[in-house]
């Protein structure tokens, strides 16, 4: 009796092995389903519609690249590319900077510090259309605080009309991404600061290194990975914007704050042009591309 | 890496070795540095918390004083008359707010359903192509919603799913299911398999023992997964806008943009507050809550290795 225990015993682990294989995979099917009916299919059909006339109603003519020709001759489509560049190049070093500010401050265990890290990364957590508004009202010229705090403190005496130019239009919807996203920035960077083994400190505290000189000489360089990634994580945060534009200016005055999405968005659902809409995605996504593979690179090379 | 907002390091490694106060000048220094600090702090603490807290006081004072020019700061009255106007705003707020949570919790459930079965079945053994799944499966990450918008309009259309929550959800589904699979992954392969194993010598069927043994103690993983299901489809705006067309269809962000337009143009401000108010505080009580779920998520969905 007691010989056969273990021969029964190796049976039945074997047939769990073997239907537990089985299993796993029927198991992933449901998932992998679901991801090719909701995004491998629109993918494909992305990729078929940007090389069609495409209206919502009515025939679809096939073009072949003739919607990427006319995107680069298309002023409003370039134009709207360079407002959501503008808007990267200004939000993206910002989040950074602002987040390795915060990341400083609230590195370290002190009384309280826990409080503050959330008080930063609150606005994070509600979304992005509730944020947009609170802004609308605050920088509102005839009820927003921000003109009566000015004039409160005598900086201006006249009310500003902050979202009918373009520059402080841009300005506040810079200060609402800004306000918004940089408690995650401040998340990732305290981690790279945190991942700095402690002995390369001490031992440039040592050597006599002050607090700044630690910071430029030690921190900063060996944190330069970490900041890369926050980088591109902004990047592509402030390129996929939509609501601060849209709902802080509506894209205004003229299409002067008009970034990509809007583009896209009013294109395919305002005139209809689904297929031209889907051309310029194509071509969002490609740049979406680019902005990855850099992301991915500087993950790897921080694993090494 | 452990990083939290509410843990802090074990030891406070990060600060120069402390110079011991042996004179009063550098003792004096000391408690400069420190008053700076929290000067600092401080003031930043109420710029970040400025906009919500205004939101709160002009959401209870009157809807006249709401859009008094030049305004107020504080509440010269307190007065619940935004509630009552937001409360029969349009179709009634009920309507919106059910769409709201019945859109989260469609989301939810089929995000933690797909991504628990998937997750388990990539974390237990390797099969032929299982590293193809498990990419296939990340595949959705890459392109983010934005950019794939006017193909979901035509998709969803083809499949009758046009201008429905439904759909919507199956949408906001797609989005999470490269993060969810990838956390359920993670969260199964660190369970040991002796003891569903072990589960199974007592007699137990081999799901039998995946469902007793493992999900149970998958709980983490499964909050954490659920917690970002439900912050995106409470809070989308952009697909929301979209794929919705009829009135009594429209989740709360979008009702939010209803107001706005509503109606001869004049923004009604402190029924405005009101709706940001309801769509922030789940989002904030939630995320006070399960702080912990919710920084480590973050972590997962982006130092990913």
């Not at chain 1, 390369?200 to 990975?225: F, H, N, Q, V, Y």
Request: hydrophobic share 55%; net charge positive.
């Amino acid at each position: 009796m007691t010989l056969h225990v273990p021969s029964l015993m190796v049976r039945r682990r074997r047939s769990f092995a073997s239907r537990r294989r089985t299993i796993s995979v029927l198991l992933t099917l449901p998932a992998l389903a679901f991801v090719a009916v909701f995004f491998f299919i629109p993918l494909a059909v992305m990729m078929w519609m940007s090389l069609n006339e495409w209206p919502l109603l009515g025939d679809k003519r096939f073009l072949g690249v003739g919607n990427y020709v006319d995107l680069f001759g298309d002023a409003d489509f370039l134009h709207a590319l360079a407002v959501s560049s503008v808007f990267v190049l200004l939000a993206a070093p910002l989040t950074v900077l602002i987040g390795l500010g915060l990341a400083l401050l609230v590195k370290a265990r002190r009384r309280g510090v826990s409080v503050l890290r959330s008080v930063y990364f609150l606005p994070l957590v509600i979304g992005f259309a509730p944020a947009a508004y609170i802004w609308l009202w605050l920088l509102n010229p005839d009820v927003g605080l921000v003109n009566r705090i000015l004039q409160d403190i005598g900086v201006s005496s006249t009310s500003i009309q902050w979202l009918v130019h373009t520059g402080t239009a841009i300005a506040a919807a810079v200060t609402l991404y800004v306000w918004k996203t940089v408690g995650f920035s401040m998340l990732l960077l305290m981690g790279g600061i945190q991942a700095i083994p402690p002995e390369i400190r001490e031992a440039a505290a040592m050597d006599g290194a002050g607090r700044w000189r630690t910071l430029i000489s030690i921190t900063l360089p060996m944190m330069k990975r970490t900041i890369a990634l926050v980088l591109v994580f902004s990047t592509v945060g402030a390129f996929l914007v939509f609501e601060p534009f849209y709902i802080l200016t509506h894209g205004g005055p003229g299409n002067s704050t008009t970034g990509i999405v809007q583009w896209i968005f009013s294109t395919s659902f305002f005139d209809y042009q689904l297929g031209y809409g889907a051309a310029g995605s194509v071509v969002l996504l490609a740049v979406l591309i680019v902005f990855t593979t850099f992301q991915l690179r500087a993950m790897r090379e921080e694993q090494t | 890496m452990t990083i939290s907002l509410t843990r802090t390091l074990p030891d406070d490694r990060l600060a120069p070795a402390q110079p011991i106060a042996s004179t009063p000048r550098r003792a004096r220094r000391r408690r400069l540095v420190g008053l700076l600090w929290w000067s600092t702090c401080l003031i930043l603490a109420c710029l970040f918390l400025f906009p919500l807290v205004m939101v709160l006081l002009t959401s209870v004072k009157t809807p006249a004083e709401a859009v008094s020019s030049p305004p107020t700061y504080l509440p010269r009255t307190v007065s619940f008359a935004n509630f009552v106007n937001l409360w029969h705003a349009d179709q009634g707020l009920t309507v919106y707010l059910g769409n709201s949570i019945f859109v989260s919790v469609a989301t939810v459930v089929m995000t933690l359903v797909l991504s628990t079965l998937a997750g388990y079945g990539l974390s237990r053994v390797r099969f032929r192509g299982s590293t193809l799944v498990f990419l296939l499966l990340l595949a959705p990450m890459m392109v983010p919603i934005q950019a794939l918008l006017t193909p979901l309009y035509v998709t969803l259309l083809n499949l009758d799913l046009r201008d429905s929550l439904f759909g919507l959800a199956c949408i906001y589904t797609m989005s999470q299911i490269p993060f969810g699979t990838f956390v359920m992954r993670n969260a199964f392969a660190s369970i040991p398999a002796e003891l569903e194993e072990a589960a199974w010598v007592d007699g137990c069927g081999v799901l039998d023992a995946a469902r007793r043994v493992s999900l149970r103690l998958a709980g983490p993983g499964l909050a954490t997964v659920a917690l970002f299901a439900f912050f995106t489809a409470w809070n989308e705006f952009l697909a929301a806008l979209v794929l919705l067309s009829t009135d009594d269809n429209f989740t709360v962000p979008v009702l939010l943009q209803n107001l706005i337009t509503g109606q001869l143009g004049t923004i009604d401000w402190g029924m405005l507050q009101v709706g940001v108010m309801i769509t922030s505080i789940p989002c904030i009580v939630i995320f006070l809550l399960l702080q912990r779920y919710y920084v480590e998520g973050l972590l997962a969905g982006s130092v990913k290795s």
